[in-house]
């Protein structure tokens, strides 16, 4: 069993560190719970915790136990995996603090970072719209985010949570869930039960499907049904089956299954329908690994998969810097359709080879990709970020 901060969120060392006078309150399905003298279950009760009833705690005492103080005075120990964390609104600040990085992330996409999570955590639809899709932090931004989003939904709670997440489309759970990754829905192992599945269960259940059936065409005729190896986003968890159906009657109509290569928390991919439904791009990767992208096309009553021809990539016969680099993976994602027939990708590919001084260079290099599949017809040109 994991302590409890990990469990959350698999927070850095620097936040957790900010969490250390940590409030809990008893969770779970049952009420009260007795205050032990000593952290195992034979030993002598010296107090009864009540439902809603405030308390300090420390996990001092290994990942299972805790040291717990009463407002009372009491001390004693409770299981770890029964407490759950409590905050109050006075925890998120009213205006962002000077230099804060996160503060910074969410001014460069227009809005107040405090002031945005305040609202969402006391319910405000809009608010917690803009706010759950924070789903692009790294660094301190990352870490401050990870920090108050946790206060977030313990304010907001399962029920007001869960709600929110049911009116919200497949991709947008799936951006939140990955946030929340670490213990909150997902060990690195299939073990025991995480912190999401015991104090959100309805979000969790939601956020953690086994099976999904979703990815609808525009004119609502097919879908997506994919059946997980398990519920819980565990690192080996992966697509067992994926099929497109005809929603109406559940027929299957092609066998996905094969496209599917990736694991854990990408686990679920990216489907990007054409406009007038006659098509698909179907992708399949993780972050910074190998992913890769085919397009299923209606052909009469069924669907027909076309892969990506080989490229003839702009500039690399001229490419010095890649001489002696070997390719390490390779990324095809869809971004959109331009037309019904042409879909554009994004192709990333990274590269390494080793300095004079036996350091390592990593080399990457991106294209965009122009791609009709009924014709054939690919064309890709690099991209140059400035």
């Known amino acids: 069993m994991k302590t409890l901060l990990f469990a959350l969120f698999c927070l ?6 900010r969490l250390h006078a940590e409030r809990g309150i008893v969770g779970g399905p049952a009420g009260a719970l007795e205050l032990r003298s000593e952290p195992r279950d034979e ?14 705690f420390e996990s001092t005492e290994g990942p299972d136990w805790s040291r717990v103080t009463l407002s009372s005075g009491q001390a004693g120990f409770l299981p770890t995996e029964r407490i759950r964390l ?23 996409h227009g809005f107040d970072y405090c002031a945005t999570a305040r609202a969402a955590a006391q319910g405000e639809a809009a ?18 985010h990870a920090y108050y989003s946790g206060m977030v939904i313990h304010l907001l709670g399962d029920e007001k949570l869960a709600a929110f997440l049911e009116s919200q489309p497949i991709d947008y759970r799936i951006g939140v869930r990955n946030h929340f990754s670490g213990g909150f829905v997902s060990w690195g192992e299939d073990e025991g039960m995480t912190y999401g599945e015991r ?3 309805r979000s969790f259940a939601l ?7 979703d ?9 997506i049904r994919k059946t997980f190896s398990s519920a819980r986003v565990t690192r080996d968890s992966k697509v067992m089956k994926a099929e497109l159906i005809e929603k109406a009657s559940g027929k299957v109509v092609a066998d996905l299954t094969g496209d599917d290569l990736a694991t854990g928390t990408f686990r679920e991919g990216a489907i990007l329908w054409s406009p007038d439904s006659q098509g698909f791009a179907y992708y399949s990767g993780g972050l910074a690994t190998a992913g890769r992208t085919v397009v299923w096309q209606q052909e009469g009553a069924t669907f027909v998969r076309k892969e990506l021809p080989k490229l003839a990539l ?49 080399i990457g290099r991106t294209y965009t990709v122009k791609w009709h599949p009924a014709k054939g017809e690919v064309e890709a040109k690099e991209k140059v970020f400035e």
Not at 47 to 53: G, N, P, S
Not at 88 to 102: G, Q
Not at 215 to 223: H, I, K, L, N, V
């Open 314 to 362: 702009p500039g690399r016969a001229k490419d010095t810097e890649l001489v002696g680099a070997e390719l390490q993976w390779e990324q095809i994602e869809p971004l959109r359709w331009t037309t019904p027939e042409t879909v554009e990708l994004q192709l990333h590919e990274y590269f390494e080879k080793l300095r004079e001084d036996r350091s390592i260079d990593s």
């Open 127 to 144: 608010a917690m719209l803009r706010y759950f899709s924070i789903t692009d932090t790294d660094g301190a931004a990352g870490e401050g």
């Open 199 to 201: 104090h959100f269960p």
């Open 43 to 56: 030993a002598k009760a010296v107090a009864t915790v009540k439902k809603d009833e405030i308390f300090e």
């Open 215 to 223: 990815w609808s065409s525009p004119d609502g005729r097919y879908a």
């Open 207 to 213: 956020l953690c499907r086994q099976e999904i059936t």
């Open 12 to 17: 850095s060392t620097a936040s957790a560190a």
């Open 86 to 108: 409590f905050f109050t609104l006075d925890e998120i600040p009213e205006k962002d603090e000077p230099n804060s990085e996160v503060g910074d992330h969410a001014k460069r």
